[in-house]
């Protein structure tokens, strides 16, 4: 399977853009910014967008959404609890001090247990709430990936401090499910370097590492 990882924008959100070699079929999450290059990307590699899936509503990470729709006519994935602070893309824009981005809608409400298909790959949706209500990861067994938005970085996790955030919550949500996966699994987190779920069990302080 194609996968580019592209951090965009200011806050450098890693947008993947995954691609089917047989169905030439994509799924692009987080397009936060740039999405320019990532038609680029897409371009490239001869990829058509089937789904643009959002793991959680902070603007970094929904910000080019509805453009990336418009130019694909491909539907938005994204849970329904992420939908206020979807409303208040103003607000978020304000705190950046950038100008405000596109609403866009919610075309699939993705919820715990969803699958999307890319090829013969299965991408799963966890509802992994803490950092945002909404927060989602997806799971690909297939190429033993996880990517984790903002709920899991290296050696850190997402804050809690904005609203919707909840600190014992995304805790929870890292030890009951992300760590349930393989040991091996490589976790593309919502920014900075990846990581693997054996290395965040060792040595992330924030989730009891270096026990
Ligand atoms: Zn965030």
Known sequence: MIHEILPVGMLQCNCSIFGDEQTHEAIVVDPG???GAVQEILARHNLRVKAIVITHAHIDHIGGAA???RATGAPVYMN???AELRDHLDVQAAWLGVPEPERTEIDMPAQEGDQLRLGTATFHVIHTPGHTQGSLSLW???ENKLVAGDTL???SIGRTDLPGGDS???VQSIREKLFKLPE???VI???GEVTTIAHEKRFNPFVGGGL
Do not use: M, S
């Open 33 to 35: 910014d740039e999405i």
């Open 67 to 69: 453009k990336l729709k």
């Open 80 to 82: 329904e609890n992420d």
């Open 140 to 142: 690909i067994p297939a």
């Open 153 to 155: 970085f290296r050696d």
């Open 168 to 170: 014992r919550q995304i």
């Open 184 to 186: 091996d699994a490589i």
């Open 189 to 191: 987190p919502g920014h």
